[in-house]
């Protein structure tokens, strides 16, 4: 049965969170062993947060707007969201998005295949903890580096 992906409930804020600047990202599902179908994130955004203009031809990611308002860059498109709006991101498209409040926003991100983009975030939090440590003192998280490891390149 250890070769069985295993029903999970993740109850309002359960899962992995990271804080990525003033974003925090709770990751739903992950890649495990025998399931790497899909990732599943909360992501909440105060106003003026978001990722900045980027590409990743490794996965593919939709965007579920729950809560607040987003500006997002598709490709040459430029998009005002609220709340039920979708956006799907295919592989190597170029995209961005910016909460633009005044509330802040909640979405849902669902990356496929699984596994890729919940490594970058864990990697990214993880390499902030290490820059903030006395034995690495004034060391800055090198964004782009990692993200290259995932195969992502930021554009802007």
């Known amino acids: 049965m250890n070769d069985v992906v295993q029903p999970k409930h ?3 804020g359960g899962g992995k969170s990271y804080q990525i600047g003033r974003m925090t990202m709770t990751f739903k599902t992950t890649a495990e062993p025998n399931w790497n179908a899909y990732t599943v994130c909360e992501a909440i955004e105060p106003p003026a947060s978001g ?3 980027h590409r ?3 996965y593919d990611e939709t965007f579920v707007i729950c809560e607040g308002h987003y500006d997002f860059q598709l490709g040459e ?3 005002k969201l609220g709340p039920g709006e979708v956006v799907f991101v295919p592989r190597g498209t170029p995209h961005s998005f910016m909460c633009t ?3 802040t926003g909640r979405q849902l991100i669902i990356s496929s295949p699984g ?8 990697e990214v939090a993880e390499s902030m903890v290490d ?3 006395p034995s690495r003192p004034g060391a800055a998280t090198d964004f ?3 993200a290259a490891k995932y195969g992502m390149e930021f554009l802007g």
């Open 10 to 12: 993740f109850p309002p």
């Open 51 to 53: 990722a900045g203009l």
């Open 56 to 58: 990743h031809p490794t």
């Open 77 to 79: 498109k430029r998009l």
């Open 101 to 103: 409040g005044p509330e």
């Open 115 to 122: 596994g890729i983009f919940d490594a970058f975030v864990a």
């Open 131 to 133: 820059s903030g440590s």
């Open 144 to 146: 782009r580096a990692i």
